[in-house]
Every structure is written in C-alpha cells, then in structure tokens.
C-alpha cells in the first residue's frame, strides 16, 4: 500500500512564503497525479493544486499566481510552494494520489477519487 508523508508547515506572518514537500513510497509514483488539498476546521476540504505524471498542472481559486507545485519524480517527491500567505490560507496541507492524470478534469479534479492520502502538515498564518 502506498503511503505520502507530508512536511515543511510551520508559523509564519503574512506575506512569508513556505515550501512544502509530500514524499511518496510503496506506489507507482510516476503512474500517479498528486493532489494538494487544505483543510480547514469546520470546513470543507477543498483542492488547491495538482500535477501530473507528465507535469501539467491545475491550481483552484486564490492558489492561481501565488502557488507553485512541482514534482521530482526521481525523488518520488512533490512540492508545494507557498507565496505571499494570507491569514485565509491557514489550515492543514494534505497530498493525496490518483492513479492516473487529473487535469484533464480541469477544476472538477478535487471531486475524484484519490486512492491514498497523507496526514498532512499544519500552516498557520497570522497578521
């Protein structure tokens, strides 16, 4: 079974940049897109990028020019760079992967099925 360990949240002020990382192992990585999700208490889960196995990307909502991911496939490793927080991007990270590409669903892609999710990495930010 496949499992994704996320890292790199932290406490930070507004308009800091953070850099978070979701390691894959016991998977087909390169047969898998990656999802960043945020999860925020009394909320729902909402996506906030993805990428491919060949790279194409799709970012959702306030994440478009702010947010970087990238993926190092002979790391097994994605990263998702944060610019510019803003109080409203507090929450919990959490990866998950998807057998398969995502973006082809354009901004439908946080509604599929993932198969396996990490536990995620808290960022707080504060004015």
């Known amino acids: 079974r496949g499992r994704l360990v996320e890292s790199g949240g932290d406490s930070v002020e507004s308009g800091a940049s953070l850099t978070l990382s979701c390691k894959a192992s016991g998977l087909d990585y390169s047969s898998y897109s990656i999802g960043w999700f945020l999860q925020i208490p009394g909320k729902q889960r909402e996506g906030v990028a993805v990428?491919?196995?060949?790279?194409?990307?799709n970012y959702v909502g306030s994440a478009k020019g702010r947010f970087i991911v990238s993926r190092d496939n002979g790391q097994t490793t994605v990263t998702l760079e944060l610019n510019d927080l803003q109080p409203e991007d507090t929450g919990l990270y959490i990866c998950?992967?998807?057998?398969?590409?995502?973006?082809?669903?354009?901004?439908?892609?946080?509604?599929?099925?993932?198969?396996?999710w990490g536990q995620g990495t808290q960022v707080t930010v504060s004015l």
């Open positions: 998950a992967a998807r057998r398969g590409p995502s973006t082809p669903f354009h901004d439908r892609w946080p509604t599929l099925v993932f198969d396996e």
């Open positions: 990428i491919d196995n060949d790279g194409d990307r």
